[in-house]
């Protein structure tokens, strides 16, 4: 069967590597998880902060995480759109 982890338990296992100075290997030995976990949920809490892993938490973390994915992918799509609109000015000026 597989384990799940609160959010409570996450955040304390990411914090041993990130503020106590605990190697990735010696918190997931201590605490009895793998460390591939571990490196997963460190990077989900250093992109999302305190609203990392809403899977476990309150409903509101989980909005609050969809909409911060939801604006980083608008902001993406709104560069990607100013590059074009570049690129189409650029090959207007080319082609006159």
Not at 22 to 25: E, K, L, R
Not at 37 to 40: E, I, T, V
């Given at each position: 069967m597989r384990r799940s982890y609160d959010k409570q338990f996450k955040i304390a296992a990411v914090k041993l590597v990130?503020?106590?100075d605990?190697?990735?290997?010696e918190a997931a030995e201590a605490l009895?998880?793998?460390y591939n976990?571990?490196?997963?949920w460190i990077s989900e809490y250093e992109e999302y902060g305190e609203s990392a892993f809403p899977?476990?938490?309150t409903a509101l973390y989980s909005y609050q995480y969809e909409?911060?994915?939801l604006r980083q992918e608008n902001e993406g799509l709104k560069n990607e759109?100013?590059?074009l609109?570049?690129?189409q000015a650029f090959l207007k000026r080319k082609n006159k």
């Open positions: 990130l503020d106590d605990m190697s990735v290997a009895n998880i793998h976990s571990l490196y997963r899977g476990h938490g909409i911060k994915k759109l100013d590059m609109k570049k690129y």
